[in-house]
Nanobody, 131 residues
Framework: RLVESGGGSVQAGRSLRLSCVGRDDTYGNHCMAWFRQAPGKQHEERAAVAAYGSDGTTSVADSVKGRFTISRDNAKNVLYLQMNNVKPEDTAMYYC????????????????????????WGQGTLVTVSS
């Protein structure tokens, strides 16, 4: 029910915007987040890079602070990840995730991926950054 788009191949320093559409309003009151899985990493090593809390707060991981911004359009059920000044180390599969109801953004950044039901994950969109 979560469908990501916007991935692709870009050069370092460029910008990219990922989108995630919720096919219904099941996750309307959920904290939403973007996780990423780098090449060669396992599912358990997926890391949250940005989150939009149920309380409207946002938070981003230190590794992308100042470059990535998360936003949400509740009317359209769309979650965005604006990625600026991308780096080769940003290369990964990016997943849109419904972390859960009543969760703050900061808490969502520290949730273990295995604690989130499989059904709450999108299929992912691949971002490849070349130097």
């Amino acid at each position: 029910r979560l469908v990501e788009s916007g991935g692709g191949s870009v050069q370092a320093g460029r910008s990219l915007r990922l989108s995630c559409v919720g096919r219904d309003d099941t996750y309307g009151n959920h904290c939403m987040a973007w996780f990423r899985q780098a090449p060669g990493k396992q599912h358990e090593e997926r890391a949250a890079v940005a989150a939009y809390g149920s309380d409207g707060t946002t938070s981003v991981a230190d590794s992308v602070k100042g470059r990535f911004t998360i936003s949400r359009d509740n009317a359209k059920n769309v979650l965005y990840l604006q990625m600026n000044n991308v780096k080769p180390e940003d290369t990964a599969m990016y997943y849109c995730v419904a972390v859960g109801p009543r969760s703050s953004a900061i808490r969502a950044l520290n949730v273990m991926p295995g604690a989130i039901p499989f059904a709450n994950w999108g299929q992912g969109t691949l971002v490849t950054v070349s130097s």
